[in-house]
């Protein structure tokens, strides 16, 4: 099912009974500002459960400044999301960040029949409407993994709308090729990407950020550039296990 925008074709094409990643998979990346080994982050699919007729998987999402960036903007972290494993839409989304002392905390509940969400923690007890499919700010990096991309064509418009801050964001990732990247574990073949964000809130253009998706049934993410108003960032994969499928670096 494919629409046009900007005379761009936007690919709507995900998977049906995905197998892109199951419980146990663990992903852990080093992050780099400048020259500055700057923090780390992990992914995890920690369990599955049951709940009102749904499985559910559920994810963890941490990240953490480390060395000289922990002394003057100490981060922590957390983002956990319950996501229906058949239909791959949230259904309880929690974000708990401390980043240099600038603190959010949510507790998302989304009700997918309805189209609706409510946050436990803004003490206004608001029902958000959303659109058909919206993710959370983890349950979309999962959600883009299921994508079908044997016919991506250069130019292919991917797109992704994601709850953000109570505010529903039209995000995109626009195909860029494919390319062998090299890793610590060996060369593998990528997905090239361009996440399309807002411009002018943390990137300093409006395509300022590059990520590589490993090209097979697993599509982990290898490698992200992010150039930002000062400096840029590097986010790269450093520890893996328990893959749905194998990775085959050279």
Known sequence: ???????????????????????????????????????????????????????????????????????????????????????????????????????????????????????????RDTVYQLPERVQDMLSAFYYARTLNAQDLKVGDMIPIDIFIDHEVFHFHLQFLGRENVRTRFGKLRCLKLMPVVQSGRVFSKEEGMTLWVSDDKNKIPVKLKADLRVGSVKIELNDYRKLAHPVRFR
């Open 1 to 123: 099912d494919a629409e046009q925008m900007d005379g761009q074709t936007r690919i709507q094409s995900f998977a049906k009974g995905q197998d892109a990643f199951g419980v146990g998979e663990f992903l852990k990346y080093k992050i780099r500002y400048g020259l500055l080994q700057a923090g780390e982050a992990e992914l995890r699919v920690s369990r599955k459960v049951e709940r009102s007729g749904r499985t559910l998987l559920h994810m963890v999402g941490t990240g953490r400044t480390v060395g000289m960036v922990d002394v003057f903007f100490r981060t922590r972290d957390r983002y956990e999301t319950y996501m229906d494993a058949s239909a791959l839409r949230p259904v309880e989304f929690i974000r708990d960040v401390d980043e240099g002392g600038y603190i959010i905390k949510r507790h998302i509940h989304f009700d997918p029949e309805a189209g609706t969400a409510r946050d436990d923690l803004d003490g």
